[in-house]
């Protein structure tokens, strides 16, 4: 099942807002987990998360509509305390599980790892250039193992 992107980005800002290291996630970091929770559910699920296309821009995957709804935020982090989504039971598991991982890294940090996987270097880089969700599906099967 897919889900609106930005009920995802709000699941994730939620988080950040809620966990120990008292560090809001920035919009960078943002789309950049955004791609992490999109490419496992690909590969866990045969499915995506959410149906918008992720773009290979200079500094990583970005889900345009994303960006520019949080761009007037800079590089300051943004909190979240509305309602968040509930997923299902396997992808509530999932979805912490990524960001158990992804989650501690920085922005930076998360951009370096981006630029060295398959689904970014394998996509021209620009605005409008789509990184393939079936890129993404075959890359993250292989992280699951």
Do not use: C
């Not at 821009?57 to 949080?70: D, K, Q």
């Not at 599980?97 to 790892?113: D, P, T």
């Not at 890129?135 to 992280?143: A, E, G, Q, S, V």
């Amino acid at each position: 099942m897919s889900y609106p992107v930005l009920d995802i980005a709000n699941k994730i800002l939620a988080r950040g807002s809620s966990d120990d290291s008292g560090e809001l996630i920035s919009n960078l970091k943002l789309q950049k987990l955004l791609y992490y929770m999109q490419g496992f559910h690909l590969a866990y699920f045969n499915e995506p998360l959410f149906e918008e296309d992720i773009e290979a821009w200079m500094y990583g995957p970005v889900v345009p509509s994303m960006y520019e709804r949080f761009q007037d935020n800079g590089n300051k982090g943004i909190s979240y305390s509305g309602n968040v989504l509930a997923l299902t039971p396997e992808e509530e598991k999932l979805f912490n599980e990524v960001y158990k991982v992804y989650g501690v890294y920085s922005a930076i940090g998360l951009m370096n790892l981006t630029h060295n996987e398959m689904p970014w270097k394998s996509t021209n880089i620009g605005k409008g250039n789509v990184i393939e969700k079936n890129k993404m599906r075959t890359f993250f099967k292989k992280r699951l193992k």
